[in-house]
């Protein structure tokens, strides 16, 4: 089965500074894809990026890029230049379509993020 | 468009009462995805349905808990029996035709007294 890591339980940046949320994901498949989610104290969620297994090139969203490590299996976000809006519970989630499951999202435990003025 | 609408936002039952979650997905859309969030937890996927289809239930407790997305109307998830250990949000998520992209509601926070 597929497993998602996020070993952070909390980080804090402050405004205007970049910071790095990490994961790491086991999987046997070879096609399948990445995804960070944001979670406001609304508690929607919201996707941030998503990031193909087959493509070498890193995704970036405008303030938002990853890392994407798929030998080692590792999946980081980086937020720079974070603003106050950024403070949210971060997940990150792993699909395949394995069985015909067409992308159930398997979710790591999250990262909750405080942005300091 | 609308977006994904669920209701309630918030459902409170007694242990041993019914819970009845609804989900109306985006429209056009025609795959639903259930998933839980216990507290300090993230989401767990519980079924995948298409119309009138369960495509993947494996992450459903065996009892008590059922889904369906009939052809008219919205995605029902229904908690038969609940007990405290059911408190939790609930969210669902419609896709197009891939999961791929995964439009999720607002989630239905359920609090078992």
């Known amino acids: 089965a597929q497993t998602v890591t996020q070993s952070q339980p909390e980080m804090s940046v402050q405004e205007a500074e970049t910071v790095t949320l990490s994961c790491t994901y086991d999987t046997s498949e070879s096609d399948y894809y990445l995804f960070w989610y944001k979670q406001p104290p609304s508690r929607q969620m919201i996707l941030v990026i998503r990031?193909?297994?087959?493509?070498?090139q890193n995704a970036t969203e405008n303030r938002f890029s990853v890392n994407f490590q798929k030998a080692a299996k590792s999946f980081s976000l980086k937020i720079s230049d974070s603003q106050l809006g950024d403070a949210a519970m971060y997940f990150c989630a792993y699909g395949d379509n394995s069985g015909g499951s067409n992308y159930k999202l398997t979710f790591g435990k999250g990262t909750l993020l405080t942005v300091n003025p | 468009n609308a977006g994904v609408m669920q209701n309630p936002r918030h459902l409170v039952r007694r242990r041993g009462q019914e819970a009845r979650l609804r989900c109306s997905p985006m429209?056009?859309?025609?795959?639903v995805y259930w998933y839980r969030q216990l507290p300090e937890e993230g989401l767990k996927f519980m079924v995948y349905l298409q119309k009138e289809n369960i495509i993947d239930e494996s992450g459903m407790p065996k009892e008590r808990f059922s889904a369906e997305f009939p052809k008219e109307g919205p995605s029902i998830l229904r908690i038969q029996q609940v007990v405290r250990g059911d408190s939790a949000a609930y969210f669902c998520?419609?896709?197009?035709?891939?999961?791929?992209?995964?439009?999720f509601g607002p989630g239905t926070r359920l609090t078992v007294t």
């Open positions: 429209k056009g859309h025609s795959h």
């Open positions: 998520a419609s896709s197009p035709w891939t999961g791929l992209e995964q439009y």
């Open positions: 990031q193909e297994a087959y493509k070498q």
